[in-house]
């Protein structure tokens, strides 16, 4: 399915995006711009939950999602892994989708310029830290103004056994974390 994605709408969508941006001076050609940027990223997602990964340690595995982020992302994505904790591959997909949804919030909605990735501990503790612009003052592990990806990390740490939480001051960035028994 991530294939067929990846080799056919996703194609499609960067050839409209493409071609979109010959439109670019008219109002419209802007929206279509928009949206088609917008439907390649989603579409990009889903391919990527859809590709499990491959069986490497945590720390490599991270390392290299915060490469990949920096460059997709065009922001400064540092990664501090100070554990040896072993974790099962479900529990990885899901940190890797949850650090990967954390970072593209902080530098699309929230214009992050630097995203710190820390994984410590046991129990072990992920916690990703923005210098964006934040969402709310004083907001802390409620989702009464969250956006759909918030709620959709939440439940991907809830079914590994993880607890979510988050803290957003408007001004001062945002925190996201995951704590695994």
């Known amino acids: 399915l991530a294939r067929e994605l990846h080799d056919g709408v996703a194609q499609e969508l960067a050839f409209i ?8 001076e008219t ?21 990527e939950a859809l590709v499990p990964p491959c069986n490497e340690p945590l720390d490599i595995a991270l390392e ?14 540092q990664v501090n892994v100070r554990t040896s904790a072993s974790v099962s591959d479900e529990v990885r997909a899901e940190l890797v989708r949850i650090i990967s949804e ?43 103004v969250a956006g759909y990806g918030l709620i959709a990390m939440r439940e991907r740490a809830e079914s590994v056994g993880g607890k979510f939480s988050y803290e957003s001051v408007r001004g001062a960035g945002t925190l996201v974390q995951v704590v695994l028994p």
């Open 17 to 24: 995006r493409r071609r979109a941006g010959r439109l670019r």
């Open 27 to 47: 109002p419209d050609g802007i929206e279509i711009l928009s949206a088609a940027e917008r439907a390649l990223e989603d579409s990009r997602r889903v391919i």
């Open 64 to 77: 290299r999602l915060g490469a990949r982020l920096a460059v997709e992302c065009d922001l400064e994505v």
């Open 102 to 144: 954390a970072t593209r919030n902080a530098a699309h909605h929230g214009g992050a310029r630097h995203v710190r990735v820390d994984v410590s501990g046991t129990p072990l503790a992920v916690r990703i830290i923005d210098d964006g612009s934040g969402f709310r003052d004083g907001a802390s592990s409620g989702l009464g």
